[in-house]
């Protein structure tokens, strides 16, 4: 079994030297570096779990904008020329490297001088269709204070991390990870306009707070349960799965744009009969053919489990911690909660 990792001081400290932020260039039209006009810093995020950490974070200090607008599939997303613009004006822009090709793109040519990519700040790791909880990463525990340790430069730490290959880029479903990007945001933010840095610091310490909160109810709520197993249309809770010991079974891949095989999809009914499931899981983005089907065929019911790439009128709470409160009451109901 997979020891339940909480978040350690030293995992967030490790978590905080400033490999953070991608120096490039910079632009001419960047007012960063205390935003010397005396106006909102200019935050440009990829999609939704990093707009999230910008407005936390950045609070009345900053005005954010997102590239992928509601209810757009990131993985998706292709940059019109507006966004291209908007991003080569941005004082500081906050992405997840492999999750957007086109963004990774636009980014590396954007010449702005505070670029953070979230994949630098936590440890990334390789996930397939099946995550399990006796698949678990011991020593985990201290895995912010070698990541820490590795930075000694900036440049380094994203090619070291943000581009591991076939590392699983869904690290906000996991909060513990989630905080330990929060920490590195709030301390790139604080060196990006230094002049507010104390309450860059005041919000991503609120912030952590909330995302340690969350990870003690899902250890809770999920320690006593009928079966450990559920299904989902979209691979994209491996994190979670290890962090609180269970086993994910996905039809498609990593990608939400895989199609199974006849093959998966046997295999999916054998597990779903051995291990007792209850419930196939899709979600909002992407189409939930595949997995209604499978439920029919093997006499399940469906639920929604939110991989929260986005927030749309059809979300189950209107952000990152009222979505997943909601995760956690359909697993709760799924796994059979005790």
Request: charged residues 25%; contains cysteine.
């Amino acid at each position: 079994m997979n020891v339940r990792r909480r978040i350690s001081t030293a995992a967030l400290a490790g978590t905080t030297v400033l490999g953070l932020v991608t120096l490039s260039a910079c632009s001419g039209t960047s007012s960063a570096d205390g935003d010397e006009g005396g106006g909102k810093l200019d935050v440009v995020a990829s999609f939704y779990p990093m707009q999230f950490l910008a407005e936390q974070i950045g609070g009345d200090h900053v005005e954010v904008t997102t590239l992928t607008r509601p209810g757009v599939e990131p993985h998706d997303l292709e940059l019109q020329p507006r966004q291209a613009s908007e991003l080569r004006r941005a004082d500081y822009i906050l992405y997840l490297k492999g999750v957007q090709p086109a963004v990774d793109e636009a980014i590396a040519q954007s010449g702005v001088k505070h670029v953070v990519d979230a994949a630098t700040l936590t440890k990334l790791e390789s996930h397939g269709a099946d995550v399990g909880h006796d698949h678990g990463h011991e020593g985990e525990e201290h895995a912010g204070e070698e990541h820490g340790a590795g930075h000694e430069g900036e440049d380094q730490a994203g090619e070291e991390h943000g581009a591991e290959a076939g590392g699983d880029p869904h690290i906000w479903l996991d909060p513990v990870k989630y905080a330990e990007v929060a920490q590195g945001v709030g301390d790139s933010l604080a060196k990006a306009d230094p002049d507010r840095a104390a309450d860059y610091r005041k919000n991503t310490e609120a912030l952590v707070g909330k995302l340690k909160a969350l990870d003690t109810e899902f250890a809770d709520g999920l320690r006593n349960t009928t079966t450990r197993t559920f299904i989902t249309a979209h691979s994209a809770f491996g994190y979670l799965a290890e962090r609180y010991g269970l086993d994910q079974h996905g039809i498609a891949g990593i990608g939400p744009e895989s199609e199974p095989s006849p093959a998966r999809i046997k295999e999916l009914q054998s597990v779903a009969k051995q291990e007792k499931v209850s419930t196939v899981f899709f979600e909002t983005l992407a189409s939930d053919r595949t997995a209604k089907t499978l439920a029919k065929d093997t006499g399940l019911r469906t639920d929604v489990l939110d991989p929260l790439e986005g927030i749309t009128d059809k979300s189950r709470g209107d952000d990152y911690l009222a979505v997943m409160e909601s995760n956690l009451a359909a697993l709760q109901k799924a796994l059979g909660a005790k």
